[in-house]
């Protein structure tokens, strides 16, 4: 099957969510029906905090990847998991047909013991699946940096090791002001971080999704993006479209810089995320060239 992610750049790509256990998986695919007519190079699967519903997102990564013949990415998390944990999954995931992993150390869960996992970070992780199996692999970044790293230089000295341990590409953490992920990229080029780094982009579409924003991963929050959500956060209409239209900007941006790819917190509304595909879809694909 053509992967254009391993074979395009730049590259547009989705991450969805499942529904909680005690929810139904239909709605999850009436999502995927919409985003998956879009063509993206990938649509990632993410789960829960501590690895929560991650039968779901096995499920559901498997059926993008199968049913519906686009490369899926499962999530997989080594907080709270033991060695032979996260061999078990590697395996169903081998077995359903699912070729990329994004390995993550993982958010702790309030009722969880960090120390519990056999691998204590995502390099360790990394070094594992690439030694003992035929993923490709995918790591996470900040470009505001990790919230428990002591500056951004040191966090990109600990992505390097991850990159050293056999990372393909990175995806970003949400970031909302350009310059933060410039900034990053340039730290992280001199560092020798080699591999291509694709932005996350999350649309700001309702108010209350700014505070949690900022609370689940310190981004920051640009005058322009707090001027618009205080205008039309009332307005669920205008806040909407205001939302897609800033991070269509974003998307033009990065495009114009040479950004490697683009992913979209779709936060499973498939609607937000059709508009600014269509937005942004002329400029994108004029771009696309073959990967040497």
């Known amino acids: ?15 969805i969510f499942p529904p909680k256990r005690t929810g139904s998986l239909e709605s999850i695919y009436d999502t995927v029906d919409a985003l998956a007519s879009l ?10 905090a501590g690895g929560s519903n991650r039968g779901n997102t096995i499920e559901i990564a498997s059926t993008i990847q199968n049913r519906y013949m686009l490369p899926a990415v499962a999530h997989l998390t080594c907080v709270g998991s033991s060695l032979e944990q996260t061999d078990a999954l590697l395996a169903e995931l081998k077995e359903k047909g699912v070729r990329t992993i994004l390995a993550l150390r993982g958010d702790r ?6 120390g519990d996992g056999y ?10 699946i690439k030694k003992n199996y035929d993923f490709r692999v995918l790591g996470a970044c900040y ?3 990790h919230p428990e790293a002591p500056s951004l230089e040191a966090d990109i ?14 995806i970003t953490q949400l970031f909302l002001n350009n310059d933060d992920f410039y900034r990053f990229r340039d ?13 996350g982009i999350m649309p700001i579409t309702q108010a209350s999704m700014l505070d949690k924003v900022v609370s689940l991963c310190g981004a ?4 322009a993006v707090r001027r618009f959500v205080d205008a039309y956060g009332h307005n669920a209409e205008a806040i909407r479209e205001a939302g897609i239209a800033y991070a269509a900007s974003q998307i033009v941006d990065l495009l114009a810089s040479g950004v490697e790819g683009i992913h979209i917190y779709s936060m499973n509304k498939a609607g937000v995320t059709r508009q600014i595909a269509q937005n942004i879809h002329g400029i994108l694909y004029s771009l696309r060239v073959k990967k040497s």
């Not at 992505?159 to 590409?169: P, S, T, Y």
């Not at 730290?187 to 932005?199: E, R």
């Open 119 to 128: 691998f204590k970070h995502a390099a360790e992780l990394v070094a594992h």
């Open 39 to 48: 063509r993206p190079d990938l649509i990632s699967v993410t789960y829960g």
């Open 1 to 15: 099957m053509n992967n254009a992610f391993e074979e395009m750049l730049p590259n547009f790509s989705f991450e």
């Open 187 to 199: 730290l992280a080029q001199k560092a020798g971080v080699n591999v291509p780094i694709i932005a």
């Open 157 to 170: 000295a600990h992505l390097k090791e991850k990159v050293d341990a056999g990372v393909d590409a990175l």
């Open 143 to 145: 470009p505001e940096k």
């Open 220 to 223: 920051s929050v640009p005058p």
């Open 109 to 114: 869960r309030a009722d969880a013991d960090f």
